[in-house]
T-cell receptor
Framework: QQQVKQSPQSLIVQKGGISIINCAYENTAFDYFPWYQQFPGKGPALLIAIRPDVSEKKEGRFTISFNKSAKQFSLHIMDSQPGDSATYFCAASMSGAGSYQLTFGKGTKLSVIP | DTAVSQTPKYLVTQMGNDKSIKCEQNLGHDTMYWYKQDSKKFLKIMFSYNNKELIINETVPNRFSPKSPDKAHLNLHINSLELGDSAVYFC???????????FGDGTRLSIL
């Protein structure tokens, strides 16, 4: 059972365009939603994260939108650049008692073409 | 300075062998993790280790065992390697369980 569903699997965007990646989760106990960026041959790196008490978080060109009632969250990359070409993973976890383990989506390969 | 370092970067071995992957973090973090990334790039948690408390993902075969000699190290031992173990293994660390995780660059394990 996949608890975090991510789409699309791949995305091609022109330089300067907006890249949008969507995720949906099932477990209402999730309370932390990070996005990771992974370049070939490297480990995932935290890009931006949000908790469900806010509906949007922006850091530079990257914005997370969060819809608690729909159990969905998305990553928007404004003014996409070729250097943004990477695989992006959404994730979710729950804090509190027990383990804090990230459940990842299956990833989106983003290609930004000049 | 590398924050989370793994060795070796590549590991090629035969089925049935026993191997270890080392992980060290110099961030002063209290929690460490091991993840497996399969050929389709799907990332799955294997273990988390915090203050000598080990949380094991129930789907991980008991051929896999993490060993932590101290807070800065969490090594992964794998016994009786199987073809399906071929993957990239990532180590990660965080200050605490609800803090951002920092990943190493992975160890690509190939089983012949």
């Amino acid at each position: 059972q996949q608890q975090v569903k991510q789409s699309p699997q791949s995305l091609i965007v022109q330089k300067g365009g907006i890249s949008i990646i969507n995720c949906a989760y099932e477990n209402t106990a999730f309370d932390y939603f990070p996005w990771y960026q992974q370049f070939p041959g490297k480990g995932p790196a935290l890009l931006i994260a949000i908790r469900p008490d806010v509906s949007e978080k922006k850091e530079g060109r990257f914005t997370i939108s969060f819809n608690k009632s729909a159990k969905q969250f998305s990553l928007h990359i404004m003014d996409s650049q070729p250097g943004d070409s990477a695989t992006y993973f959404c994730a979710a976890s729950m804090s509190g008692a027990g383990s804090y383990q990230l459940t990842f989506g299956k990833g989106t390969k983003l290609s930004v073409i000049p | 300075d590398t924050a989370v370092s793994q060795t070796p970067k590549y590991l090629v071995t035969q089925m049935g062998n026993d191997k270890s992957i080392k992980c060290e973090q110099n961030l002063g973090h209290d929690t460490m993790y091991w993840y497996k990334q399969d050929s389709k790039k799907f990332l799955k948690i294997m273990f988390s280790y915090n203050n000598k408390e080990l949380i094991i993902n129930e789907t991980v075969p008991n051929r896999f065992s993490p060993k932590s000699p101290d807070k800065a190290h969490l090594n992964l031992h794998i016994n009786s390697l199987e073809l399906g173990d071929s993957a990239v293994y990532f180590c990660a660390s965080s200050y605490d369980r609800d803090q951002p995780q920092h990943f190493g660059d992975g160890t690509r394990l190939s089983i012949l």
